[in-house]
C-alpha cells in the first residue's frame, strides 16, 4: 500500500511540475506562423472595407455606385469563410496549451492528494 500511495504522490508531483511547464515547452507557435498571422490581418482588413458595401440596404445601391454587387457579395463571403476557419486555427493554437497545462496541474494535485490519503490510511492501519 505505502509503495502504491508513494507511486501516486510521485506521479502526482510529476505532472504537477509538467503542467506548470508545459506552456513553456509547447507554446502554441508550431501551429501559428506569421504567414497566417499576416493572412488573417489581410482578410479582416478587406472585411472591414466591405462590410459597409455589402451589408446596406438594396434601396440604397445604386447601378453607378462602381462595384457589382453580387461580386462583392461572394467576394465577402469567400472571405468570410477563411476568416472563421483562420479563427478556429488561432484558438486552437491558443488555447489547447492551456487546457493540457490545466488538465496535468489538476491531475497531478488530484494524484498526489490521494497518494497522501492512501499513505495516512496506511500508517493507520498498524
Known sequence: MKTASFTAVS??????VLGALWTTLFSGTAAWTDDKADRWTEIKARLHNLAPRINTP???VSMHSGDDYG???QEYDKLK??????QVQFESAAVRPHKIAKF?????????????VGWYASNQSR
Not at 506521479?11 to 504537477?16: D, E, K, P, Q
Not at 496535468?104 to 497522501?116: D, E, F, Q, T
Open 71 to 73: 461580386q462583392l457579395k
Open 104 to 116: 496535468c496541474k489538476w491531475s497531478g494535485i488530484s494524484l498526489a492528494v490521494l497518494g497522501i
Open 58 to 60: 438594396t434601396g440604397s
Open 11 to 16: 506521479l502526482g508531483i510529476a505532472l504537477l
Open 81 to 86: 469563410i477563411e476568416h472563421d476557419e483562420i
